[in-house]
């Protein structure tokens, strides 16, 4: 299976095609059991199927529609997997009971996270008669006992400051800070019952050995008591701390704000920060992270960047492909490359893509296997499981001649074969293109009446279904000039599609080595303002409709005096 991959579609039918036991860490932001009108945030297709799907009755049917989800999600994981389940106030309590401790079992819940958004959402009228709600709740279970978890550090925990203060009142002779910390272990330890530097043993032991005692007074990490009846510690030095150790209670992680360079702008977006604090935690380099309701790519983002790997399902366009572009934004010369299964495919991208890989990949979306010697073999490019040959054009409008060819091909393919295909009336091999000429209609009819000879046509949307990319322009008008030397321009695309347009997105100083870098991801519109110095611009503009399929135009912007628009 490709990893590193956006899936649109349901999550449910999704995870259903998956294998058992393969990712390693699962994050998922569910739509909340909340006001409905909060609920929406693409108003797509897809995501108003999913928020019916959702309302069709009150908190049971909102439990029962998750909670099947996270059966599949539990199934997926490995057994050293980790999930942590996003929610709020408003189903947090049966979520737990109702879903994760029946799924996991109670004892496979490792803590219940409470994110301190800092904003609250309601109860600012001091006539309230409740407290403010400022937190979120994010549930962490494992799969099993054993399963990846490194301890996370913030500078940022509030109290940090405070917490050095009262701790780190100790300076050793280099000035280094430092707290002191204990160095007895907890339980009864006899082999560890040693005296070092005439200073008695603790009542159960060192926590430590004799040579690593001797380590550490080397490194001058002992702290000596003044009196032999003290008690040896040990010394943390202010300047190796990691911070402060993280605990259940998140209050260091601000929301997306206003003005915050993360900001997409759609309202149920998450910080980095968060997600980079449970992917770090639950995962390791290499590892598999899944996101089922990716929304706009927050987790895929952050795991990218981590060296991780991932996959994203979202059941709305725009969710996906607003992931694709924050991942193309963020892509670099040694970034892994990532794929995107939408519902329909692009003619252009299968018609002109590289043959072999499309050969190979349609033969297996028919049901059937590449042929691995490429070149060479009669032209077959594939073999149904009995062996029945395939071939593939890459091409309309394919002729007659190639149906005679391709018979003789199966017919020495293997003639044992061929000819009990042929007296059970049944395909002796099948071609697959994007469309058959009449002169090959005709043949392979001819061959089926005359011969009982049944070669089967196959054209590629019968397959996979296939649709056309929208089209685009874009007009410019002048709208003022700034006194500072800038031109204020408004840019207009106008997409068009069978499937309707869904948005567009801008990237204003295109630069075609790096590809298409959006300043503005989601733009409804189609319309948009901004201010050109003087001097020669390249501006994208992608449009993407209904069905996820994209394109994208480019053009040179003169501006100097007058505005000049070339190709
Ligand atoms: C709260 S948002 C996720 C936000 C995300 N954590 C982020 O930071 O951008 C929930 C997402 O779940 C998607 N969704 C809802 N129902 C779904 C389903 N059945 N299958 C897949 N995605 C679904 C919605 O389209 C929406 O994008």
Redesign the pocket.
Known sequence: MTINKLIL????DILRQFEDNWVDLIYL????FSNRNYEI??GDE??IR??Q??WAGGIEHYIAWLKE?VYEMHRVLKPTGTLFL?CDWHADAYIRVEILDKIFGKNNFRNHLIWQRKTGRGETNHKSNRFGTVSDSIFFYAKGNKHTFNSQFSFEAEGYDDYIEKFFTHTDEQGRKYRIADLSSPQPRPNLMYEYKGYKPPKNGWAISLEKMKQFDKEGRLHFPKTKNGRIQRRRFLDELQGKPIQNVWDDIEMIGYHSKERIG?P???PEAL?ERIIRCASNEGNLVL?????????VAVADRLERKWMG????VQ?VKVTELRLQKQQDLFSKPFTVQLYKYDYDTLRYSDSFEFEEWIVQQYGGTGNVKKRGDYGIDGRMSDNTPIQVKRSDNIGRNVIDNFKSAAERNDKKLFDHNRKESKPVGYIISFSFGKGAVEEAARLKIKENIIIKLVTVDEIVPIAKKPTIRIDISEKSRAENGLWDLELTATGRSDAGIEFYSWDCSYDPKKGFKPSLIIDKEGRHRHQFKAGLHHIAVKVVDNDGLENIEVIKLQVNGKIKKTL
Not at 29 to 32: A, E, G, I
């Open positions: 579609g349901d999550n449910l932001d569910p739509p909340f945030i693409w897809g995501e999913s928020f799907d959702r989800r996003h759609y149920t977006q998450k997600m996101d089922p309701f990716v929304g706009g790519g927050t987790t399902i979202d059941q709305s969710a």
